[in-house]
C-alpha cells in the first residue's frame, strides 16, 4: 500500500479492500462543483482498468441546457452512465471515496440515476430525493411564482438568464434530454 496516497488523503484502504472483496465493478462517483464524473472500474494487478467514463459535460451533447452542478444534471448522468454501462457490465457497487453519502445530495440523486436506468447497484431508497427535486419541476415552480417580481427572479435566476434558458423550462429539457439517452441504447 502506498502510504503517500494515505497521507495525501487520496485514498481509504480500508473502504477499497472491502470494494476489492466484493468482487464486483466499482462505480466510482466523483462531484465537483461544476461536473461530475462517474467511472465504471475493475480492479486488475497492474492497476485499476477503466472501463467506462460518464461526464456532467458529456450530457451538452444531448443539448442539456442547464447548469451541471444541480440534481437534475445529476441524476441525468447517473441515468446516462448506465445505459451505457448495461451494454459492457450488469452492475457493480458504489464507491464514493471519502465522502459520506446525504440524503437527497447530488450523490444520491446520482445512485437514482444509475438504479433507474436498470444498472443494479445495492442501495436504500430512502437517500434519494423527491421526483420533483430530480426532474427540475421544483426549480420551475419557483420561477414562475418568483416571476411576478421582476428584481428578485431575475436575481436569483441570473446564470440561467445569461446563457439564454429559462427555469420554467428546466423540466421540458430534462425530459427530453432522458428520451435522448433512451434513444441511444
Known sequence: MSKKRKMEG??????????LKSGKIRVVIRPSSKNLVIQAVS???SGDKILITIKASDLRKLYWN????????????????GIKAKEKIKGGIIDLGFRSLVRGDRVSATIKGIIDSGFEVPYSDSV??????INGSEVAEFAKKLSSDKQAYEKQF???LKEGVKPE???KNFEKVKERILSKK
Open 66 to 81: 442547464y447548469h451541471l452542478g444541480n440534481l437534475p444534471s445529476s441524476y441525468l448522468t447517473g441515468f446516462y452512465f
Open 169 to 171: 423550462d428546466i423540466q
Open 10 to 19: 487520496k485514498t481509504d484502504y480500508k473502504k477499497r479492500i472491502g470494494y
Open 43 to 45: 480492479f486488475q494487478e
Open 158 to 160: 441570473s446564470k440561467y
Open 128 to 133: 434519494f430525493p423527491n421526483e420533483k427535486r
